[in-house]
């Protein structure tokens, strides 16, 4: 068993109602206490601990509750060879609660001759230039106005280096396709939730280990890139919390709302954002100000939600479904072998994107099994913020080096699926479906058309909506069809009508949503039930 009177104050502040925690934090210190803090074999470093605090508190600013319970479990070591427990931390909150601030101290405090490790160079990595030199900045700003600090640190517009220690303080961008990983002791990730990926994750870490007691920060708000490294990290975590994987020692901090309602009240603010803990510093007054300015404003809502409350809300209002119904799509498929389907296709543009797709009906579920092609020579041009060629591995697509996309590989992957499911009738609309007329007919497929597709979006609207909220679709583990799903903008037109259209006419496709919208408009003119079928060959 071990302690620190840190985490036991902050803990004990729980217990006594004087700071309100989300689930997620609530489920930390349960983890804590019950797999961390029992152990024999660990021990917090009270001398670096202490030492961190008072070097922060006397050159930057008085340390919140949340860091002082963080900082002891970035000191925790193994008493056998004294490495980290924990190599990694996620730490995540509403804008404003300060995170940035947290790794300014951290980053400084790792170079520093207090820190006590040679060559323990420091990096922090962002998506742009401005947030990635944030820290960095406040860190030679703290230098550049002290004659004591000067004379320990060496300090230029693009590196701190510690004197005794000949650490270094970098800061980089996140391209990934440029950048090399150096001998880092730590690396910080900033804006996570821009990362589509962990390409640059491992670009960095390949050079961790080569000095002792290698670090990496992930910090972050959550943010609009859906199924990136920000939604993945948050499972990993949510796995570890739950106890479910207590081999992965990650440390996650998660401040958010855990209900959408709870928006509503001040008082429970302080869950997204822990600047917001009684009694508020005088800075917490000053943002509280603002925060509640940006609540008024209602047409701010959703990057309100988003980034101050760090509870991602998507206005219903212009989107298929909410990000949890579109999750509860990924669900294994069932049985599908002796069931009828109705095939659906789409693809805005030869020269881009094309999907093909199969819809079942099992009871009330309705089952959507989709492939598409991607044109290669698009993908050079547009930068999409998906992990194309994972989803390729995956089989979830197929890359394609041609001028334009074949009509032969939409032909071809029908043909293969009429010989596992038998199906013969192919929905698209009359538009598209001229330039794969021909072709499809002369392999005995029955082709349907729609001469109105924006009409259809109209009918079938409450449809859809309806199994979305019933979780009545299953997708599978599909990620492409889950952002097929999440790009589609639902414009309500001023008859009340709703079409589906794009949120980016470039970048965000939804090919594969429409092609089951296609295939869902003649569902149950051609879809029979396997109970039906088997009634039906029964005279009675």
Not at 58 to 75: C, G, V
């Amino acid at each position: 068993m071990i302690r620190n009177k840190y985490v036991d104050q902050y803990i004990q502040s729980y217990r006594d109602g004087k700071i309100l925690l989300n689930q997620e934090r609530i489920d930390l210190i349960t983890y804590l206490e019950k797999y961390v803090l029992t152990r024999d074999d660990i021990y917090f470093d009270e001398e670096q601990i202490e030492n961190y605090i008072k070097f922060s508190e006397k050159w930057y600013f008085k340390l919140d509750p949340w860091e002082k319970f963080i900082a002891p479990f970035i000191f925790l070591y193994f008493k056998e060879d004294d490495e980290l427990f924990f190599e990694e931390f996620f730490i995540t909150m509403g804008r404003g609660g300060g995170k940035n601030g947290f790794i300014s101290t951290l980053a400084h405090y790792f170079i520093s001759p207090l820190h006590g490790i040679k060559n323990y160079d420091v990096s922090v990595v962002a998506n742009s230039e401005d947030q990635a030199e944030m820290s960095f900045k406040e860190v030679y700003n703290a230098i550049d106005e002290s004659s004591s600090l000067k004379k320990q640190f060496a300090s230029t517009k693009l590196k701190i280096t510690g004197n005794k220690t000949k650490s270094v303080f970098r800061f980089r961008t996140s391209n990934a396709g440029t950048k090399d990983g150096g001998r880092e002791g730590c690396v910080i990730y900033d804006e996570i939730h821009e990362m589509v990926d962990r390409e640059i994750v491992d670009v960095f870490s390949g050079g961790l280990g080569k000095v002792r007691n290698p670090r990496e920060f992930f910090i972050g708000t959550n943010g609009f890139v859906r199924e990136g490294f920000y939604d993945k990290l948050m499972l990993r975590c949510k796995d570890v919390l739950s106890g479910a994987d207590l081999e992965d020692r990650i440390f996650p901090f998660i401040c958010k709302l855990d209900d959408k309602e709870e928006v509503n009240s001040e008082d429970m603010w302080e869950k997204a954002n822990p600047a917001f803990e009684k009694p508020l510093t005088s800075r917490a007054k000053r943002l509280m100000n603002k925060v509640r300015k940006q609540f008024r404003n209602k047409d701010g809502r959703v990057a309100f939600m988003t980034k101050r409350m760090n509870f991602p809300e998507k206005d219903l209002t212009k989107s298929v479904a909410s990000w949890e119904e579109i999750l509860a799509t990924n669900r294994p498929f069932p049985d599908l072998s002796h069931r009828t389907c109705v095939g659906g296709l789409d693809f805005a543009s030869i020269k881009d994107f094309a999907a093909v797709g199969l819809l079942f009906k099992f009871g009330e579920d309705y089952i959507w099994k989709t492939h598409s092609f991607v044109r290669k020579g698009f993908l050079d041009t547009v930068s999409l913020k998906v992990p194309i060629t994972e989803w390729e591995a995956d089989g979830l697509l197929t890359i394609v080096d041609e001028p334009v996309i074949d009509i032969q590989h939409i032909v071809n992957w029908f043909v293969e699926m009429r010989e596992r499911y038998g199906v013969t009738t192919i929905v698209a609309d009359t538009f598209r479906l001229d330039l794969v007329k021909s072709a499809l007919e002369a392999e005995g497929f029955h082709l349907l058309y729609i001469r109105n597709p924006k009409a259809i979006h109209s009918l079938l609207a409450p449809r859809v909506e309806t199994l979305f909220a019933k979780r009545q679709l299953i997708f599978g583990d599909n990620p492409l069809m889950r952002w097929y799903t999440n790009n589609v903008y639902v414009h309500i037109k001023k008859d009340g009508n709703k079409e589906y259209l794009k949120k980016d006419e470039f970048k965000r496709k939804t090919d594969g949503f429409q092609a089951f919208i296609h295939a869902l408009w003649q569902a149950d003119n051609i879809i029979v039930d396997e109970a039906d079928f088997i009634l039906g060959g029964i005279k009675f």
